[in-house]
């Protein structure tokens, strides 16, 4: 028996996450519960789990808190959302806990001090999303394997081919109509500006210690295959299977293990294709503007992620077009200076300077 202190658990990677404990009750067990608002949907889970500890972050941020090192939990599940998710992290490697990691904004706002804090406590991060899942499956679950290229897919979100001028005047609604994964509306948004990608080539970085000249992304539209790794006899493997969030999460839990999971195989008795495309960074600016961030370092990573958020919660509220986001993000990023990330509360004011400087944007954008 594995037990759990799921963070998120009111998102759609924590639900999922309950779904894999629900229909294996003989492997894992929920000890602690976290999720950020109160809602329907986090009481029902406290009365069905009954874990040992449950806590709200808008209301009890200290208690919500706990759960990130609460000591009968065996693994931290951190599927919180956004820049908050870092703390979460930390916490669960101050404590030497395995960390199975989905919150994205961990490594892409504070891979150096992650980086850092792991390597002292000797704390297991295991990735969850799908890529980096991938790409872990690879190398035979092994981060300091030897690699010469990752190879990272992405299928080009809901307006891959189309121009500038017709971006201009797409709705949210069709930013969130993505043609193959079903996620929550930050990351669908983010999968549309192609931005997402670029946070997991950061990731990619962090998390595998691969020079950004080792880590290439292509276009992949059916999401079939969610990354591949190249070796230096040439050979390259590549993890395939439905769009579904299901394995790597399944994954994440019985590691090292492999369960079964509801996720239809592939079949190989009818024809299918696979198609790939280079990536041409001008068609999307927002991850152009991430690999400058990347290639940087420091703190500036955490500019970028602050200003998308903001800038995204605008597009979905209908404050600002869809290519204006690109327009806020860079705006913050220009009157941003790049400092080394040493500590969370220096990035704390990172985090907050730069939502300022995106809300004041988007004001005068109105």
């Known amino acids: 028996m594995k037990n759990i202190a799921l963070i998120g ?42 874990p040992e500890h449950n806590a709200l972050a808008s209301t009890e941020r200290e208690a919500a808190l706990a759960a990130a090192d609460w000591e009968s939990a065996d693994v931290i599940f951190n599927a919180a959302g956004g820049f908050a998710g870092l703390e979460y992290s930390l916490k669960a490697i101050r404590a030497k806990k395995t ?43 092994d981060k300091k394997a030897q690699f010469k290229k990752l190879i990272i897919t992405a299928s080009g979100g809901a307006f891959r081919g189309k121009s500038q001028k017709e971006l201009s005047s797409v709705t949210p609604a069709q930013a969130l109509n993505h043609p193959t994964w079903k996620m929550g509306k930050k990351i669908t948004v ?30 992949q539209p059916q999401s079939i295959v969610h990354s591949l790794v190249e070796f230096k006899d040439g050979a390259v493997i590549a993890q395939m299977g439905a769009p579904s969030m299901e394995v790597p999460i399944s994954l994440a839990l019985s590691y090292p293990q492999r369960i079964a999971t509801s996720v239809e195989p592939l079949s190989f008795k009818k024809a299918f ?3 790939f495309e280079p990536l041409n960074r001008k068609d999307y600016p927002l991850y152009d503007l991430a690999m400058t961030c990347a290639k940087e370092g420091g703190t500036l990573s955490c500019a970028l992620n602050a200003a998308d958020e903001v800038a995204v919660k605008a ?27 040493v500590s969370f509360k220096q990035l704390e004011e990172v985090d907050k300077t730069a939502r300022w400087k995106a809300q004041k944007i988007i004001f005068k954008l109105q």
């Open 273 to 275: 294709s696979l198609q």
């Open 315 to 341: 597009f979905l509220d209908g404050k600002i077009k869809f290519t204006a986001i690109y327009d806020v993000v860079a705006g913050v990023l220009s009157t941003t200076p790049r400092d080394e990330s």
């Open 190 to 219: 983010d999968s549309a500006t192609l931005l997402n990608k670029g946070y997991e080539v950061i990731e990619a970085h962090v998390l595998f210690n691969a020079p950004y000249s080792k880590i290439e992304t292509v276009i």
């Open 9 to 50: 658990s009111t998102g759609s990677i924590g639900r999922q996450v309950l779904e894999v404990v629900r229909k294996n009750p003989a492997k894992y067990k929920i000890v602690a519960l976290a999720a950020q608002n109160p809602s329907v949907e986090f009481s029902r889970q406290v009365r069905e789990f009954k």
């Open 99 to 141: 960390l199975a990691l989905a919150n994205k904004e961990t490594l892409v706002c504070g891979g150096e001090v992650v980086t850092r804090l792991a390597e002292k406590n000797g704390a297991e991060i295991i990735p969850v999303d799908s890529e980096h899942s991938a790409i872990w499956q690879c190398l035979n679950y």
